[in-house]
């Protein structure tokens, strides 16, 4: 029973890590700026995915503003073992989201 009740706990996990990474936008080429090729955006997002999302939930590009993403992720650094470029490709992604308006 025991055995049966651990398969359960991780199907449950896999179920909730998906649908939340599923909510992220998901770049795509027009996406692309002077500050970010689409090949940055995809590697972003799959690095913000991994990494940040191995330990908690994730926000949405839009929940923060630039300056807000940079702070975390420079506090996150370290706990999440990313080094200087994974940083930045992450930063790109979650500061090139594009911004859907509210009609």
């Known amino acids: 029973m025991l055995y049966n009740f651990k398969y359960i706990i991780l199907f449950c996990g896999a ?3 998906i649908g939340c990474a599923s909510a992220l936008y998901t770049p795509a080429p027009e996406h692309a700026t002077a500050t970010a090729t689409y090949d940055e955006l ?6 913000y995915v991994s990494k940040c ?3 908690h939930r994730l926000y949405t ?6 300056h807000t993403w940079k702070e ?3 506090e996150m650094q370290e706990r999440s073992e990313i080094n200087e470029q ?3 490709l992450i930063y790109k992604y979650l500061t090139n ?5 509210s009609k």
């Not at 995809?42 to 690095?47: C, D, K, P």
């Not at 989201?97 to 308006?101: E, Q």
Request: hydrophobic residues 30%; aromatic residues 10%; negative net charge.
């Open 53 to 55: 999302g191995s330990c």
């Open 61 to 66: 590009p839009t929940q923060y503003d630039h």
């Open 42 to 47: 995809v590697e972003g997002r799959r690095i």
């Open 15 to 17: 179920v909730f890590f």
């Open 72 to 74: 975390n992720i420079d």
């Open 86 to 88: 994974q940083k930045e």
């Open 97 to 101: 989201a594009p911004v859907v308006s």
